[in-house]
């Protein structure tokens, strides 16, 4: 099946610092993909769209300043979390599909943990 | 109203067991309806798709209600294996389409 890829898996960081994310979808293109978010014992929750070659499309109470998310191409999409704070501290998880009419696919996650 | 609901159970089961697990949605358009199992601080993992005809695979069967907007996983001869929180998932179509997602039930299953 297809394969989606985050990197890093995990990563801890001072609060003030950003954070940069990176899904790849590897053996197929997206021109769309999900980012979520779940906090613990909570569901995954959409932050936002990210969309090949245009701006993402965030959901409500996400901030777009602070969640940067560049779609530069087919394979790729990337989540910034800028000045990250404790409170941001979750397991991001991105997700794409192959083509239209197929189950989405989801990366590995990313733990971030900020101190 | 949630747009997906699921009860955070959690269900503790001996092995062997059959165990059911309901969820409703609450959007009348959704299309594609899915279950996907996540184990402790991993991604979702497809378990199966759900069909207007309800569909079996193995061990696991799932079936959809449209009229009462109403999804159901079935687990038989349980496995300690099958201990994980399983997600009820909507999506208006699916591909390009957001996901939404339940809370997840629990399931353990015990020796």
């Known amino acids: 099946g297809a394969v989606v890829s985050q990197h890093p898996s995990w990563v801890i960081c001072k609060s003030g610092t950003s954070v940069k994310i990176e899904c790849r979808s590897l053996?197929?293109?997206?021109?769309?993909m999900f980012w979520y978010r779940q906090f613990p014992k909570q569901s995954l929750m959409l932050m936002a769209t990210?969309?090949?070659?245009?701006?993402?499309?965030?959901e409500q109470g996400v901030e777009k300043d602070k969640f940067l998310i560049n779609h530069a191409s087919l394979t790729l999409s990337t989540l910034t979390v800028t000045s990250a704070h404790p409170e941001d501290s979750s397991f991001y998880i991105c997700?794409?599909?192959?083509?239209?009419?197929?189950?989405?696919?989801f990366g590995p996650g990313t733990r971030l943990t900020v101190l | 109203r949630k747009e997906v609901e699921q009860d955070p159970g959690p269900f503790n089961v001996p092995e062997g067991a059959t165990v059911a697990f309901n969820c409703t949605y609450s959007?009348?358009?959704?299309?594609?309806f899915f279950w996907y199992r996540q184990d402790c601080r991993k991604e979702p993992k497809l378990l199966m798709s759900?069909?207007?005809s309800g569909n079996e695979d193995g061990r696991f069967t799932a079936q959809l209600n449209r009229a009462s907007q109403y999804i159901s996983l079935l687990i038989r001869d349980s496995k300690l294996s099958d201990s994980a929180t399983y997600l009820c998932?909507?999506?208006?179509?699916?591909?390009?389409?957001?996901?939404?997602f339940g809370k997840g039930t629990r399931l353990s299953v015990i020796a």
């Open positions: 997700s794409a599909s192959e083509t239209s009419g197929l189950e989405p696919f």
């Open positions: 053996d197929f293109q997206a021109t769309t």
């Open positions: 990210s969309n090949e070659g245009s701006k993402a499309t965030y």
């Open positions: 959007n009348s358009a959704s299309q594609s």
């Open positions: 759900v069909y207007s």
């Open positions: 998932v909507v999506t208006a179509n699916s591909g390009n389409t957001p996901l939404v």
